[in-house]
């Protein structure tokens, strides 16, 4: 039994201890009644209940939880012949039960009593629940004779309380106490169902009241412990008064009248910059301590409302605007930010000093006339050097500005394809073919502008490899031949495309003759 109690009082003075609030006290005056293995289930829940009584001491730890030190009187009682299951068993029991407990209360609506300022009546309920242990000898009939009169239990409940006054409260509470034994009733394992653990309850008026020091500005803090005894506050800032709700007491606020933060020793900080607003040149707007609270949105050192450009980091010169190209118009009016230019060309350069501006030159290098966008016509034909294939040599629109090719000179190239021819099988020229790749070497050094295109085809005769291997070849020594006799390479190219493109019917000698042909094409470069 001593145990039991050593127990009770470790688990009951840590929280004691911690108390902030006020010491007090009840009695209970209710009744108590049992249940388990003697009665039925379905039984109501204070049928054959006795009268019960108890006090306690309690500690409101804080507004809204409390803890209780109870002990309760009670007697239970059960008789088997009003269990019509065991009326055959004939086992019945009287005892009288003394309850020691520790038992905590959540307060739903504790906070209320207390607004700041003093105490408020509330009407509000709340919930129990501890830890126990209860002791009395069972009366028996037809029971087990050896059982222990101790036992540990569980008090779990629901409660209704209304405060009278600040020191007086009245309360409803109904508690089932969980034993885990079989052996409350003194009818356990040799005649009892030991899966039918005994459950007891408690329930009643309770009467409690609070006690303790003077308390002056009746704000629930004693007047010793309050470190303003005269002028009602909040337990949590020590009954000091806290005017604009802030959490920080009045005496330690630097603006009481206006919630704040801790940080800001009790003043507000609309915009959480770490300025106070009675400090804050931009109280609405988060800013920089160094810039007295003001922002500096792009980080150009110039606070936003003295920014003309308070997006875009910029310099003092410009307001704040930014001139990336540092020719004195901001980028906002600047047609070319990025490159120096004049106020006449809307900050754009002219490179090649034509009088146009480069973003609106096609030939920003290149002196040319505004009719072309800046760009030049060297040849004078009306076609722009950019679209001119032949810039130097006046042509005609339909030939992209090239010269057009004389009829005489296309005769020739035509010429070529049958009279330009190789030894059989082979890609050496025959010497009657000279005569006319001299004369295309002359055609090109009339047209500076122009490019040949030299292919090689052969008939379907033999092996399609070798046919390919040597339309490329013959149209290879065609381009060697004139690139001979100084025509410039960068304007021959060659090819070949074996037996594929037939102008001729290879099942006849005359077709396949035809069709064993290099192709030269004169084209604007």
């Known amino acids: 039994m001593k145990q039991v109690k050593l127990l009770l009082l470790i688990t009951l003075l840590p929280l004691l201890a911690s108390s902030q609030q006020k010491w007090g006290g009840g009695i209970f005056l209710g009744m108590s009644n049992y249940w388990g293995d003697l009665v039925e289930k379905d039984r109501p829940v204070f049928e054959n209940a006795s009268p019960a009584f108890g006090i306690m001491v309690k500690n409101q730890a804080t507004p809204n939880f409390g803890i209780r030190g109870s002990l309760n009187y009670g007697k239970l009682e059960a008789n088997d012949k009003d269990n019509p299951g065991n009326e055959n068993r004939g086992a019945s029991f009287s005892k009288s039960l003394i309850e020691l407990a520790v038992i905590g209360e959540y307060d739903f609506l504790g906070k209320r009593r207390y607004d700041g300022t003093t105490f408020k009546k509330t009407f509000s309920p709340y919930l129990l629940g501890g830890i126990g242990v209860n002791i009395g000898d069972p009366k028996t009939k037809n029971g087990d004779t050896d059982i222990s009169n101790t036992h540990f239990s569980l008090p779990i409940g629901l409660g209704l309380r209304y405060d009278i006054s600040s020191k007086l409260y009245l309360?409803?509470?109904y508690a089932t106490r969980l034993t885990f034994s079989d052996q409350i009733d003194g009818v356990g394992e040799q005649t009892g169902n030991p899966d039918i653990k005994d459950v007891y309850n408690f329930g009643g008026l309770i009467i409690g009241f609070t006690f303790g020091d003077k308390d002056s500005d009746d704000d629930g803090v004693a007047d010793e412990e309050d470190a303003c005894p005269t002028i009602?506050?909040?337990?949590?800032?020590?009954?000091?008064?806290?005017?604009?709700?802030?959490?920080?007491?009045?005496?330690?606020?630097?603006?009481?009248?206006d919630a704040g933060e801790q940080r800001m020793n009790g003043c507000p900080d609309r915009d959480g910059d770490g300025v106070a607003d009675n400090a804050d040149d931009c109280p609405d707007d988060a800013g920089l301590r160094r810039f007295s609270g003001c922002p500096d949105t792009d980080g150009d050192n110039i606070i936003d409302k003295e920014d003309n450009c308070p997006?875009?980091?910029?310099?003092p010169a410009m307001n704040g605007c930014p001139d990336s190209d540092r020719d004195g118009i901001t980028d906002a009016e600047d047609a070319c930010p990025n490159e120096p230019g004049t106020a006449e060309f809307t900050g754009c350069p002219?490179?090649?000093?034509?009088?146009?501006?480069?973003?609106?030159?096609?030939?920003?290098?290149?002196?040319?006339?505004?009719?072309?966008?800046?760009?030049?016509?060297?040849d004078n034909d009306g076609i722009e050097d950019p679209k001119d294939k032949c810039p130097t040599l006046p042509g005609l629109a339909s030939n992209q500005g090239c010269p057009e090719i004389k009829a005489e000179d296309k005769a020739v190239l035509d010429l070529a394809m049958r009279n330009v021819q190789f030894e059989t099988n082979s890609d050496k020229l025959l010497p009657s073919s000279v005569k006319v790749l001299e004369q295309i070497a002359e055609i090109l050094s009339r047209y500076p502008g122009f490019k040949l295109s030299i292919d090689g085809y052969?008939?379907?005769?033999?092996?399609?490899?070798?046919?390919?291997?040597?339309?490329?070849?013959?149209?290879?020594?065609?381009?060697?031949?004139?690139?001979?006799?100084?025509?410039e390479k960068a304007i021959l190219s060659f090819k070949g495309h074996g037996e594929s493109n037939p102008i001729g019917d290879n099942s006849t000698n005359t077709g396949r003759q035809r069709n064993r042909r290099v192709v030269f094409t004169l084209s604007p470069n």
């Open 171 to 173: 309360g409803l509470e």
């Open 232 to 257: 009602a506050g909040p337990v949590e800032l020590g009954g000091c008064p806290d005017t604009d709700g802030d959490g920080i007491a009045d005496r330690e606020d630097a603006c009481p009248n």
């Open 311 to 315: 997006t875009v980091a910029g310099i």
């Open 350 to 378: 002219d490179t090649d000093n034509d009088g146009i501006a480069d973003n609106e030159d096609a030939c920003p290098n290149d002196p040319g006339i505004k009719r072309f966008n800046g760009c030049a016509d060297t």
């Open 458 to 487: 052969t008939d379907d005769r033999g092996n399609d490899f070798a046919n390919q291997q040597l339309s490329e070849n013959r149209a290879r020594t065609c381009y060697n031949f004139l690139a001979d006799r100084g025509v």
